[in-house]
């Protein structure tokens, strides 16, 4: 249901943001994500 998916995107979008912290702290960020 929607609560589940709503629990899930949470889910993720903390994943995501660990992620995007590691890739900073390696310096590989940059090389993803063009820059702004």
Same mark, same amino acid.
């Given at each position: 249901?929607?609560?589940?998916?709503?629990?899930?995107?949470?889910?993720? @979008? !903390?994943?995501?943001?660990?992620?995007?912290? !590691?890739? !900073?702290?390696? @310096?590989?960020?940059?090389?993803?994500?063009?820059?702004?």
């Amino acid at each position: 249901g929607a609560a589940r998916r709503q629990c899930c995107d949470i889910k993720w @979008g !903390r994943l995501k943001a660990a992620i995007d912290v !590691r890739l !900073r702290s390696c @310096g590989l960020h940059e090389t993803i994500t063009p820059p702004k």
